[in-house]
């Protein structure tokens, strides 16, 4: 009988362990982002979430350990190399605002490709494309200063997923957003995940965001429109909840598992969520410019 091939592991960190002048950010770290997975990574400040995806982006080096990108080892690439693994495999959503405040949004989303050498008429055809995914066909012209907070956010996913990578790194991507719009993020999160089969690590502190993502999922229908709805049991999206706490994972399991946990650290990250989230505004459709809150909708 024929074997059949493996797959490598979207990520691998294997002990990876990195320091800030003396300071450890991590301590031999070692996990697998397997294909089409999504992570939630999750944990206090400084517990080094966002270390861990510069990490594996290569835009730092551990002092120890090996980290691989669907199977190739990237701590020793030199630049050049390093471009072409990020180009070609990875997109990220970083934290804090990081537009280019002097391009416009065709510009900011067209970069990377630009950076890569992608031919005029193929990064048009591209920005075009992933615009009208993130619902901002139109807006090709507009700068940074002229958006919204949640308008920026989506041209920032814009950037990450041209090309459609297969691999999404994102850094708490809702922060500072009312809920509607992050709502909206987070469809955006999902649809991207799942009509695209990426491979993602999530890293938020909304531990209420973690639910939404491992049980709502987006297809087609018949007419070819977009839908995100509630999974079925048999048909939830493959998801993992990891934990850090001063450099190391204390936990990692599934969302059930990580909802019933008694660990300390967990216990430690529920108690920052004081907020009553059963109040939240949830919609049907979170595009819908005529939308009401659920209460009003019964």
Known sequence: M?????PDPAIEFRNVS???????????????????????????????????????????KPDEGQIFVEG????????????????????????????????????????????HGWDEA???????????FVGLEGEEEKFPDELSGGMKRRVEIARALIGWPSIMLIDEATMGLDPIVALQVLELIVRARDLNNVSSLYVTKK????????????AKNKSGDIEVKEASKDNLPQTRVMVLDSGRFVFSGSVDEFQQSDSPAIKHLVGFDTHNHEA???????????????????
Do not use: C
Request: net charge negative; charged share 30%; no cysteine.
């Open 2 to 6: 024929q074997e059949t091939s493996v």
């Open 280 to 298: 939240d505004p949830y919609f049907p459709d979170p595009w819908d410019k005529h939308r009401k809150p659920k209460e009003e909708i019964l």
């Open 122 to 132: 193929t990064i048009d055809k591209s920005v075009l494309e992933v615009l009208r």
């Open 18 to 60: 990195l320091s800030f002048e003396d300071k450890p950010a991590l301590t031999d770290v070692s996990f697998r982002l397997e294909r089409d997975e999504m992570i939630f990574l999750t944990g206090a400040a400084g517990s080094g979430k966002s270390v861990l995806l510069h990490l594996a982006m290569g835009l730092i």
């Open 207 to 218: 531990l209420y965001e973690i639910p939404y993502l491992a049980t709502y999922r987006a």
């Open 72 to 115: 190739r080892e990237i701590n020793n690439l030199d630049e050049s190399d390093l471009l072409a693994v990020r180009g070609g495999s990875m997109g990220m959503v970083f934290q804090e605002d990081s537009l280019f405040t002097s391009m416009s949004v065709y510009d900011n989303v067209a970069y990377r490709l630009e950076e």
